[in-house]
């Protein structure tokens, strides 16, 4: 837990349409649509979430926005974005059914990691794991944006672990992806996590998907199936109607 000072200038940005308010670091990693269109992953029944890599809070406390009956666990790494977090559930009047965890996603649900969130009891986990392999990018000259966007090679399977140690079984994991990480997901999930539903973000009903949200159930079997699509924005630029309400955070996107 870090002391003093916040390292950073911050900025405090109104999201879901003035629902939720965020402190957040002025530059490097800011919450954006791909945190909010995560946590519209979360079905109406969820009770139990936890948010892995969780930054500042946007995506878990989007979910508890939408969710009143919902507690979370905010898993983050970095001691002053963790920081940022636990100041953005008390400024949300959410503090009583969040609990900020300073913790390595990857020690999650092992017997020498965190006592919370506890194994196997999760409704709900969700993620959006780091995307860009190391090798193939310039590392970002921002350290949180770094960490926040890098990956390795087994990046994507420790976090759907994670998830899997954290859920009780039937539980579900909702991730957002690029389209281009298809097929290591399907590995991740195999053998864990089935049921998968698959939706493909494209930001123009003419443009290639640019983002992949994926719900699955852990334990399951069941192939997966590809949902039409969401289209982020008219021809004329204009939100749609379906993005809009998911953005304000009054929609789901799977039932």
């Known amino acids: 837990m870090i ?31 791909d945190a909010l269109l995560l946590a519209a992953l979360a079905p109406a ?3 139990r979430i936890v948010d892995l890599g969780a930054g500042v809070g946007t995506a878990g406390l989007a979910v508890l926005a939408r969710l009143p009956e919902a507690s979370a666990h905010l898993v983050e790494l970095d001691p002053a974005t963790a920081a940022l977090a636990r100041q ?57 944006r770094a ?19 954290c859920l009780k079984p039937g539980g579900q994991v909702g991730l957002i992806l690029r389209p281009a990480d298809l097929a ?14 698959l939706l493909p973000v494209h930001a123009r009903a003419d443009a ?6 994926v719900r699955a159930v852990k334990g399951r079997r069941t192939p997966p199936a590809i949902r039409p699509g969401l289209i982020l924005a008219e021809a004329d630029g204009r939100t749609t109607v379906t993005a809009d309400a998911v953005l304000r955070g009054e929609a789901g996107l799977i039932p």
Not at 184 to 197: K, P, Q, S
Not at 208 to 213: E, K, T
């Open 88 to 144: 953005n559930a008390a400024g949300n009047g959410m503090s009583d059914r969040c609990a900020i965890v300073e913790a390595d996603v990857r020690t999650l649900g092992k017997p020498a990691g965190p006592a919370e969130p506890a194994a196997q009891a999760a409704d709900l986990v969700i993620a959006n794991p780091p995307f860009n392999a190391r090798a193939a990018h310039q590392t970002s000259p921002h350290a949180r």
């Open 147 to 165: 960490t926040a966007h890098m990956a390795d090679g087994d990046t994507l399977m420790d976090w759907v672990l994670a998830a899997y140690r």
């Open 184 to 197: 290591t997901l399907l590995d991740a999930l195999a053998g864990r996590f089935g049921a998968a539903e």
């Open 45 to 47: 029944q969820a009770r």
């Open 208 to 213: 290639p998907a640019v983002r992949l949200l």
């Open 3 to 33: 002391e003093g000072p916040l390292p950073f200038e911050t900025t405090r940005d109104a999201l879901l349409g003035g629902r939720l308010m965020l402190t957040q670091p002025r530059t490097g990693h800011r919450a954006g649509h």
